[in-house]
């Protein structure tokens, strides 16, 4: 079992920045991918970001140019620097971690606010 913790969300004013952590931990595991997805009220679930073990960063339709993901392999930790906010941004941030074999496991998610 792997259990996949997200902090860092909270509230910003426009234009304010965030980083988002997300930490996979359990035991006897490899991971894959790893990435953020965000829900905002009234709308689907879409891909922020992956990132896989060896590195390369999938953005997807997501285009924002504002943010971006890194990872710490050592410590199984992804990272979501998020620039130049906007109110369109308030949402729930969820991550997940990939692992062969098991398929993605999702954390509970955290709340980010964009407002004055």
């Known amino acids: 079992q792997v259990q996949v913790v997200e902090s860092g969300g909270g509230l910003v004013q426009p234009g304010g920045s965030l980083r988002l952590s997300c930490a996979a931990s359990?035991?006897?595991?490899?991971?894959?991918?790893m990435g953020w997805t965000r829900q905002a009220p009234g709308r689907e679930r879409e891909l922020i970001a992956s990132i896989t073990s060896n590195g390369p960063t999938y953005y997807g339709a997501f285009r924002a140019g504002r943010f971006t993901l890194t990872r710490d392999n050592a410590n199984n930790t992804v990272y979501l620097q998020m620039n130049g906010l906007k109110s369109e941004d308030t949402a729930v941030y969820y991550c997940?971690?990939?692992?062969?074999?098991?398929?993605?496991?999702w954390g509970q998610g955290t709340q980010v606010i964009v407002s004055s």
């Open positions: 359990g035991s006897s595991f490899s991971l894959n991918a």
């Open positions: 997940y971690a990939a692992v062969p074999g098991q398929g993605q496991y």
